[in-house]
């Protein structure tokens, strides 16, 4: 247990003072806290939506009317390029990395993360690269071939501008990120768990963020191997997709599908982990078909590096690879649908509050299943030559991402908010959020699947009169519009909540999983005493005993005072306290110390390679004095100041930091 | 927790004007019948297409249909009651009904795949050799035709003659693009160094438009082209009149042009037979026949060539074709010299 070490006995090796207090800029750059880290993250990846969002509003303007005149044909590219790559890699995964940094750790008994130091790490350098990708908005290059970036359209010399170098370098400082994080969420999922809580008794979010990540892990080294030949093509002029030198572009496309596909399961994995905490939470009924969620969920993540080819039946690969890749394609809907089935079973003959949470969670499967249906649409590889490339896949994947993605989200967010700010957003315009958002969805990217159907390719920033496509598109665009003015109402309703909210309490949800039974928002350490699991739903059982197990409609106990629940801690006690301490790793500068290194040498690779120099060397030192920073900073002996202690111990309280 | 009950009334209220929407939103979906759409088929290979099309589209309809319709009624069934015990029944699972219900959209996928592999292996079997031979070009951003049984290249428009096979050969001059006029079929894309193959058999006489449908680059939406389907008759004699040598004027403003032509930047992307012999850019010596100019994006006429002339990259953003800054009379004595060549 990484996070509960002692202080080390030989503290020499770091001579910086290390970062102190609790509050202000400094304590959360120099954060470990798995928990400010999940804000730090979420609050970052929310802006970000609003900087995606606002590129996609000024599209829609674009396309509300034929020949539109807003923005001109380069401008038009940047946006989708960037709307694309900021909604996937700025938005959707590190919103769902907030989940992961904030809850997993509540829901599996742990304290931490199992690396804190490389957590704070990973922010930081997915923050360098969201500020990198975006750096060409400044000069007016930013990257514009695509989310998906097809070469040689990548390649000099049809990219000659630093559009394509910012991201190719802004995903590969990404893709570090990402690999980190899987790495120490894998890690801590596996070793974190609290005593009792087999594999089998993990909370299902739990079990796709270990899914998710283990996606990650095996994912990204392919996008950083394509990234790296693509850079070494623009950089120093070898031709691994130049066709003149004999390469070919076709090996990027395979490439990024390898990554791209699974990449597609990472963004909906987290909200699928999501939606199956929340409904059981409101149906007040286990998750129908515990297991069967879990299977499907790592049956999806096994086929999904089989299915890649499904991105290119227009390429030509010919009609056995167009078979098997068809195959391997209808075989994935198979578990995506029972996740479908169990997720209403769990709803079935349940008592079902319909909170903002909740209703973002049915919201996802409404509009899951469209999303779904439209995908098995193309995976009739004939069927998909008409559909590859035009507002019918805009509007699957939307449907899929924002329907899906977003919405469970938003359902994580609504549901967990309580937990981290300690008072409940209002339901009232929870609700305003929820339903202008569902009708103004439906209006935006519904229609799409009819222009798609009409022939109107993807990508394209006018289209002539005359070709059908208007009514379609105004809707479009004004549902784009509502959805924006839906966001704000939740902006309102999330700052106006910090204070005026319901005070949350420790469980306002009558929740089932171990986050409930801490304090809101839990105090540093998360649990005075880690609990000992016993069951699935552990806190639903020990709330509701044996009425919470199988058929079983016994009236409801009162719940027990829980370890955490009701203690009284003092942060900083001088109080005497029973060798009861509990030992938490103290701040690091050094992580963003790293990150900034890597971002001075991504700059200096756009721009004059010494710079490089300055950027490595500042990451070196980084890594350097990192090596050899003690866990914690040595205290005087004695002294508890870096220790958390409650005054009184919790009467059954073997601690387990000493 | 008892209170949140009272929000399930305004749900089940607002349920119906979403699915009011979602209906309104369908029927509107029978309007799709533009110029370029994909569900009127002019070709066996689209006819394959929109046969699979169906099949997935009304299943896609009733298992949604079915399964929204369950949720719904689960949703609204279940909501909580003020007389609701305590907890309901813990529910954890039923291993069969799950069984079932993996194995029911198992078998539906497998009828679908059992369509769709037969039609996939006969629309990508080799073409049959009598096809007419079309060697397509994607160019930034614009098409090149060439039919070399009949000694001909042109650009952005592609004339075949009805029910006859044509076998597109599809080769890209830069990067990748996407050959796709969906009424005559499915989409396939253009891939630098790969030659990708496409065949069909137009079944009705008329005019379909088309575009690139890969992402290939500033103009990327001005990629157009159209597709004249024509009877054996008319086709024949276009054939002629292509293969025809250029028209070459002896006076007026048409002659002036063609001087015009002959010293500015023109030569160096275009090939007029017996003017010039670029290749950069299309070829331009029949140039007068065509209906469009500029990859689709302009109509074919004086006003409209004048345009491109004056300003290329202002009509289509990002064109290679650059501004020469031609005065009014070049441009118009090109006019009259280009419009000449039928």
Known sequence: MATLVRPMPRAAASTLPRPSGDTGIWSWITTIDHKRIGILYGATAFLLFLVGGIEALIMRLQLATPNGQVVDADTFNQLFTMHGTTMIFLVIMPLSVAFFNYVVPLQIGARDVAFPRMNALSYWIFLAGAIFINLGWLIGQAPDAGWFGYANLTEKPYAMGLNTDFWLLGLQILGIASILGSLNFFVTIVNLRAPGMRMMRMPVFCWMTMVTNILMLLAFPVITVALTLLLFDRFFGTHFYVPEGGGDPQLWVHLFWVFGHPEVYILILPAMGIVSQVLPTFSRKPLFGTPFVIYSGIAIAFLSFGVWAHHMFAQGLGPTADSAFALSTMAIAVPTGVKIFNWIGTMYKGHLHFTTPMLFSIGFIFLFIIGGLSGVMHASPPADLQQNNTYFIVAHFHYVLFGGAIMGLFSGIYYWYPKVIGRVMDETLGKWHFWLNMIAMNLTFFPMHWTGLDGMPRRIYTYPEGMGWDAYNMADTIGAFLIAASVLIFIYNAVHSMRHGRVAGNDPWDGRTLEWSIPSPPPHYNFVEIPTVHAMDDWWHTKYGAAGHEGATAPIPAPPAMAGGSVDVHEHGHEEHHEVHIHMPDPSYFPIVVAIGMFIAALGMITNFWVCLPGVLIMMAGIYAWSFEPVNAPAPPGSAEVHHAPTTPTPQTPVAAH | ?342
């Open chain 2, 1 to 342: 927790m008892r209170k949140l009950s009272n929000y399930a009334a305004l749900s089940r209220r607002a349920l119906l004007p979403v699915a009011a929407i979602m209906a309104a939103a369908l029927l509107a979906g029978c309007d799709v019948t533009g110029p370029q759409t994909t569900i009127a088929p002019l070709s066996e290979f689209a006819d394959d297409i929109q046969f699979l099309l169906k099949l997935t589209f009304w299943a896609a309809v009733g298992v949604g249909v079915i399964v929204e319709a369950v949720l719904i009624w689960v949703v609204l069934h279940y909501k909580s009651r003020a007389t609701d015990p305590a907890i309901p029944p813990q529910i954890h699972g039923n291993t069969p009904v799950e069984i079932i219900w993996t194995i029911i959209p198992a078998v539906l996928l497998m009828i679908v795949a059992f369509f769709t592999i037969p039609i996939i292996f006969k629309t990508q079997a080799p073409a049959p050799a009598d096809a007419l031979q079309v060697r397509v070009v994607g160019h930034q951003w614009w098409w090149e035709f060439q039919y070399p049984g009949l000694g001909i290249t042109t650009a952005n428009e592609v004339h075949m003659p009805v029910g006859k096979t044509v076998a597109f050969d599809l080769e890209s001059a830069d990067v990748m693009h996407s050959f796709w006029l969906p009424r005559l079929g499915g989409k396939r894309d253009v891939i630098p160094n790969h030659v990708n193959r496409l065949w069909w058999t137009p079944q009705e006489i008329g005019t379909t438009p088309g575009q690139c449908a890969q992402f290939c680059g500033t103009s990327h939406a001005n990629m157009r082209m159209i597709a004249v389907v024509q009877s054996q008759a008319d086709f024949d004699k276009w054939v002629a009149d292509q293969k025809a040598p250029p028209a070459n004027p002896s006076g007026g403003e048409a002659a002036d042009g063609k001087a015009v032509f002959s010293r500015s930047a023109c030569i160096g992307c275009h090939t007029i037979e017996g003017v010039s012999q670029g290749t950069v850019g299309p070829n331009l010596t029949h140039v007068g026949s065509r209906e469009i100019l500029a990859s689709g994006i302009l109509k074919n006429t004086p006003q409209d060539m004048a345009a491109w002339l004056h300003d290329p990259p202002g009509e289509k953003p990002g064109s290679l074709m650059p501004n020469l800054h031609l005065s009014d009379n070049d441009v118009n004595a090109l006019v009259a010299y280009l419009e000449s060549l039928k």
